[in-house]
């Protein structure tokens, strides 16, 4: 049973104003497996925030249907074992880091022993555990981000909705908090990520959706995302001489000293730029398929979106 799946989900938001109404979601189906770190990808407005509300029922569908963990969102069962990071999170300031949990775990019903457990092993998880009886309010944006992980956690819960949990941390608190998600998945767990930051996403996620303007373009593990099946790059002794691809199965995009870059329309015709290049009396030390970053990908599929019709 998928950890959360939705057919053909919308959201349409009556605004009333002669602008129109906003289309937030627009017949999204998605499944996502159980111990998957699963990303959600998209531009501000894209629709990332409001799937995440509507499987927490804050925000009803105007259509189609959503299941987590074997329930429709407005059945409590469907949340007993999910923990949320919201984006832009406010805990109460006077709060410590060890009251807080306290307070979400008896928020989850949880008894003392446990919550006193769980908060210990917790912030030591996310390296708070000398900041465990320090107020909020002298929390770094680093440490909050940390301690809002922790509290999503408190109640073990099977599935984690974490919306933009590196937004505003620096480079080495992103790491931190990306190898942090790493251990909590190999406990087993569900992980959603909604966020702008590709580069993380790319370094944790096993698969993505990319939304734009509320529509589902594409899912797909990273590996199929950023590799380029066509270019190949050789490094080689070239010096000046020529190389020639036949049209019919590719075009050469750089040629340098040291370099050949092919598109290739099928890869059994790295074979034959082989042979030229052997012709040739050209070295070749290594030849490497090309790859490309997630982001290039991302920008790539929303660049290719059809446009709506005027």
Not at 61 to 67: D, R
Not at 112 to 118: E, G, K, N, T, Y
Not at 143 to 151: F, T
Request: glycine share 8%; proline share 6%.
């Amino acid at each position: 049973m998928p950890a959360i799946e939705t057919e053909a989900l919308s959201k349409i938001f009556r605004t009333g104003m002669r602008k129109g109404d906003v289309v937030a979601l627009d017949g999204v189906s998605i499944q996502v497996q159980p111990g998957e770190i699963f990303g959600l990808l998209g531009p501000n407005g894209a629709g990332k925030t409001t799937l995440f509300k509507i499987l927490l029922s804050l925000v009803r569908p105007t259509s189609g249907t959503a299941m987590m963990n074997g329930f429709a969102p407005d059945d409590p069962r469907s949340r007993q074992k999910v923990g949320y990071l919201p984006e832009n999170h406010r805990f109460p300031n006077h709060l410590t880091g060890n009251s807080l949990l306290t307070l979400t775990g008896r928020m989850h019903c949880l008894p003392d022993d446990q919550i006193v457990r769980r908060s210990a092993e917790l912030l030591k998880l996310v390296g708070l555990d000398r900041w465990g009886a320090t107020k909020i309010r002298k929390y770094s944006k680093g440490m909050l981000q940390r301690v809002g992980l922790a509290q999503s956690l408190i109640a073990d819960p099977e599935l984690l909705l974490l919306d933009e949990p590196t937004d505003g941390v620096d480079p080495v608190g992103r790491v931190e908090i990306r190898e942090i998600l790493k251990r909590v998945a190999e406990e087993g767990r569900t992980i959603i990520i909604n966020s702008h930051l590709l580069p993380e996403v790319e370094a944790v996620a096993d698969r993505v959706a990319i939304l734009s303007k509320g529509r589902l373009i594409r899912v797909s593990t990273i590996e199929e995302l950023t590799r380029r099946q066509s270019h190949y790059e050789f490094d080689a002794e070239i010096g000046n001489r020529t190389v020639k691809i036949d049209p019919e199965h590719g075009k050469i995009i750089t040629l340098t000293a040291t370099k050949l870059v092919a598109e290739l329309k099928d890869p059994v015709h790295v074979n034959d730029v082989i042979d030229e290049m052997r012709l040739k009396g050209i070295a070749i030390r290594a030849i490497t398929p090309m790859r490309m970053s997630l982001e290039q990908s991302f920008i790539e599929a929303v660049s290719t979106m059809p446009k709506e019709p005027s």
